[in-house]
């Protein structure tokens, strides 16, 4: 007789979505009956990059299909620094939208920080303006990065309770790592946060009860890189050659994540598939920031969102 591995528990980053964007749904529709306040978020993109074109039409569907108000301002490649900024201005002070979001990358010639800091930081649903990520430095209420966000409400479904454990973060952007290791942190975690010049970095990962990889490397981390029964988030999206060489030779792709799955499903308690698993969470909790930034513009607490 064999003995199979044992194979991680996939973490479904779809159903949990789903299931979050109804919580929220409903939590804005009684805002809206309660309240009359229709939650509305305003998305801006300039240029044609394609990617964006699609994650921005994305973005106006869902919202709409949470019952909240879209506006989508689509912007010309040409359009200068100032005349974005006084689209932001103006939406700043729009009180029927609660949540901007101006999708990035932005063309070479604006400069996207002095772009970011120009979003009131109450209607700042991307949690990247650097008064929210001081927020969340130092424990005050804010808005909190949507995909840091997302695995942070996944590991605390999975897990219960993260006091204690070990925490491993590999990756440091603004985006992703910093955001998800103050996260982390906020919830008793003890906390690591590596990168590109971390020594040993297998060794170190093998030390933690939570990784999560936020490099943008396809399949960086290896199975053997996982301490047995720890749970892995892995927030990758890369593409990557099909794996058929004649589709690869047509320039067929398909999409890896920031870990090698077939090694670490073999050594891992939980794993975040990819695709299906953290990609999911963002857009939902890009929803739930707006609606939590619809409700503080009002005065109004907001309903609690985690199931
Ligand atoms: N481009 C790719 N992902 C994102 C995101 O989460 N927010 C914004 N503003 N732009 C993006």
């Known amino acids: 007789m064999t003995v199979e591995p044992a194979r991680a528990a996939l ?5 949990f979505s789903a299931a979050l964007v109804e919580r929220v749904a409903a939590a804005a ?3 809206n009956q309660a309240h009359g306040v229709q939650a509305g978020l305003a998305v801006v993109i300039v240029g044609e990059d394609p990617a964006s ?6 973005k106006g569907e869902r919202t709409l299909g949470a019952g909240m108000r879209s506006d989508t ?7 200068t620094q100032a005349e974005l900024l006084s689209l932001i201005a103006g939406l700043n002070t729009d009180a029927g939208v609660h949540g901007i979001l101006v999708q990035l990358p932005l063309p070479a010639h604006i400069d996207a920080s002095a772009v970011l800091a120009a979003i009131d930081p109450d209607k700042d649903v991307d949690g990247f303006h650097v008064v929210n990520a001081g927020r969340l430095a130092v ?8 995909t840091p966000l997302g695995c942070l409400l996944m590991l605390k479904d999975q897990l219960g309770d993260l006091s204690g454990l070990h925490a491993v973060v590999v990756g440091r952007s603004n985006i992703v790592g910093k955001p998800m290791a103050q996260l982390l942190l906020a919830e008793s975690c003890t906390v690591t946060i590596a990168h590109s010049r971390t020594r040993d970095l297998p060794a170190l990962c093998r030390t933690a009860d ?3 990889a936020a490099v943008g490397r396809p399949e960086m981390v290896r199975g053997d890189w996982i301490k047995p029964g720890a749970t892995v988030i892995d927030v990758g999206i890369n593409r990557v050659p099909s794996l058929d060489p004649a589709k ?3 320039g067929k792709t398909r999409v890896v994540g920031d870990v090698a799955f077939a090694e670490a499903v073999q050594v891992a308690g939980r794993i975040t598939p990819v695709p299906g698993g953290v990609g999911p969470m963002t857009i939902a909790c890009l929803l739930a920031n707006t609606y939590v930034a619809a409700c503080r513009q009002n005065g109004i607490a907001p309903e609690p969102l985690d199931a």
């Open 11 to 15: 973490i479904d980053g779809k159903t």
């Open 29 to 31: 529709a009684r805002l």
């Open 53 to 58: 074109q699609i994650y921005v039409r994305n």
């Open 73 to 79: 301002h689509r912007l010309a490649e040409t359009t």
């Open 139 to 146: 424990g005050l209420p804010g808005l909190v990065p949507c």
């Open 210 to 212: 939570i990784l999560v």
């Open 248 to 250: 690869a030779a047509e």
